[in-house]
């Protein structure tokens, strides 16, 4: 027996299982060819194909332990170049060779069939250009298929996926083909899990820093190492477990700080946090959204690396970003390595877009970034050593830790990853969809919905008529949004979490909704700036702007000072296009993906 069959030799050498983590990782399979069972030639002409499908099929008798494989195929070949009838008493007509391409056993033997590079045989009536067979020895309408067999099927119809691009859809039963009832009951219901292990190959989900931090590449950073860990209930792994866990109860590693950015280490903190104990393992931990936004030297003499891991959302003013600046500032400073463990931009790494305002770190200068900066972690971590070079301050000792399988054209619903709520207010992918125009009207007296269960998707004051309101907003015509009229009540708890008192507590709000139709083409910073034109110029004697807070969510004066000139957004949008430019021209120095 050899690895490799025939022509299929450099098809099946990628044989794919799916390991605890659920990554795709590449094996081989025993496989028995056509000499080695001593296959004759085809009888007649055989035509070729290129295998686009794979079916599935039972032999339709009984599993036989008695007989070898090779007997079994030889008899089966025999029986194909006859002319005769098939048990059930219908006709059969003469085939050039073995019907199937592949033949499982009994025992989860595999034997190379009918040559791939050749269109195989039925006695039902169907297209068989495209398909690669697979038979299963057994009956499975009356007896159950073993786990040998399960496993070679899954491994074989995988390793011809991968090689061929067959799509999930495009792997069936037999009985999906024609009027028959093969493959048999037992062996048709494992064809949905097949089908999502196909989907999972065709479409691996992405495998994130975290993941890959204790493996043999990486693992050398933190063994041995005393390691202060920044991160929240956002730092866990695809399978459920969290990285202080990982690290704190792995042997090798000394987990010893914690520190915590804002809404605190477990994600249900709406105000400024406190330093606490992590009740669990006992360690302590340090918010850095507090009195204290970066790590002291003192701290620091406590560990030998940190490490970041904290997913983002994407936007200027989503302050885990901040934090990843100060920590790595500190890490510059005390001459401590810093690790970021990579992760997705949760809005697609695609779009760059609104002012480029003042730098998130005023006093070093470094931060310089637009409302939508289109970067994961990992990249304005890169960025933030670049600009720290370029200012001849000291620059940290850094290792992104990469995301793989990852496409900057990316949503966070399209990773294969679940969603888990980055802060108490951002409940769900479309939060963060429309979180960089709205977060816009925390620096006005308007509600942005906090406490509900629309935060930033829904917006107003008590004053405002919302069909007015909408239809103004649609007369702007921006592409891939729409308003829609909306009431809402905010409260104190939102999906069981106490916040920060929001605007309008407990009276009627009236707004508009913002219905997302095409997340490609919304573009969330410019939206922004119509919303607040819209608010000034239907509601001039109401509104108001929070100045602090809105100078500082933008990084600029500028936006308000020309809203409250009269500026159209368009002109307003125009005036931040070069700055944008020079800014995607720094940025593409840093990108990863």
Not at 175 to 190: F, I, V
Not at 278 to 291: F, M, V
Not at 509 to 516: C, R
């Amino acid at each position: 027996m050899r690895l490799l069959p025939l022509f299929f030799a450099f098809a099946v050498q990628l044989l794919l299982s799916h390991t605890a983590n659920g990554q795709v990782e590449v094996e081989e399979i025993d496989m028995i060819a056509r000499e080695e069972w001593q296959a004759e030639p085809p009888k007649m002409e055989v035509t070729r194909h290129i295998p686009r499908m794979i079916t599935i099929h039972h032999t339709g008798t009984f599993k036989n332990k008695d007989r070898s494989i090779k007997e079994k195929l030889q008899a089966l070949q025999k029986f194909s170049y006859s002319e005769g009838a098939l048990g059930d008493g219908t006709p059969k007509k003469p085939w050039p060779d073995v019907p199937y391409h592949f033949y499982i056993a009994v025992d989860g033997s595999v034997a190379e069939g009918r040559e791939l590079q050749y269109q195989g045989d039925s006695n039902t009536d169907y297209d068989l250009d495209g398909h690669a067979l697979i038979v299963v020895e057994g009956n499975f309408n009356e007896e159950k298929i073993n786990e040998a067999q399960v496993d070679k099927l899954e491994k074989l119809v995988l390793a011809l996926a991968e090689k061929y691009k067959v799509t999930a859809e495009a792997v069936s039963g037999h009985k999906d083909q024609a009027k028959t009832t093969c493959p048999g009951t037992e062996l048709y219901r494992l064809l949905p899990g097949i089908r999502k292990k196909v989907e999972e190959l065709n479409n691996p989900r992405v495998k994130i820093g975290a993941e890959q931090l204790l493996s043999p590449a990486f693992a050398h950073l933190v063994e041995g190492k005393r390691v202060g860990l920044v991160t929240n209930h956002t730092g866990i792994l695809p399978d459920g477990t969290h990285l202080i866990d990982l690290l704190n109860n792995n042997p090798h590693v000394d987990l010893k700080l914690l520190f915590g950015p804002e809404h605190g280490l477990r994600g249900e903190e709406d105000t400024h946090v406190a330093d606490e104990t992590d009740q669990k393992t006992k360690l302590p931990i340090i918010s850095l959204y507090g009195k204290t936004r970066k790590p002291t030297p003192e701290m620091l003499e406590q560990v030998d690396v940190l490490v970041f891991d904290i997913q983002d959302v994407g936007a200027r003013y989503y302050t885990y970003i901040k934090t990843m600046l100060q920590v790595q500032e500190a890490a510059a400073e005390n001459n401590i390595p810093f690790i970021v463990l990579d992760r997705p931009n949760a809005l697609s790494a695609n779009y760059v877009d609104g002012p480029v305002g003042r730098a998130l770190d005023p006093e070093t200068g470094v931060g310089v970034i637009p409302v939508t900066h289109g970067m994961t972690v990992g990249e304005l971590a890169l960025m933030y050593n670049g600009e720290r070079e370029q200012k001849r301050l000291k620059k940290a000792d850094l290792t992104v830790i990469p995301v793989q399988n990852y496409k900057r054209h990316h949503w966070y619903d399209e990773t294969g990853l679940p969603w888990i709520k980055p802060s108490p207010n951002m409940l769900s992918l479309q939060t963060a969809i429309v979180y960089p125009a709205t977060c816009l009207l925390e620096g006005t007296n308007y509600s942005e919905a906090r406490g509900t269960m629309y935060p930033f998707e829904h917006f107003g004051a008590p004053w405002v008529k919302g069909h007015e309101l909408a239809d103004q907003l649609n007369s702007y015509k921006m592409e891939g949004v729409e308003f829609r009229p909306v009431t809402f009540v905010p409260d104190s708890i939102v999906d069981g979490i106490k916040i920060y008192p929001p605007k309008f507590l407990g009276e009627q709000v009236n707004g508009v909704k913002m219905m997302v139709t095409d997340r490609d083409k919304f573009q969330s910073a410019e939206a922004g700036i119509y919303i607040l034109h819209a608010l000034k110029t239907l509601y001039p004697e109401n509104f108001k702007w929070r100045q602090a807070r809105i100078d500082g969510l933008l990084g600029t004066s500028e936006v308000r000072e020309l809203l409250d000139a009269g500026n159209s957004p368009e002109d307003i949008i125009l005036k931040w296009k070069t700055d944008l430019e020079s800014f995607r021209q720094k940025r593409a120095r840093f990108l990863l993906y």
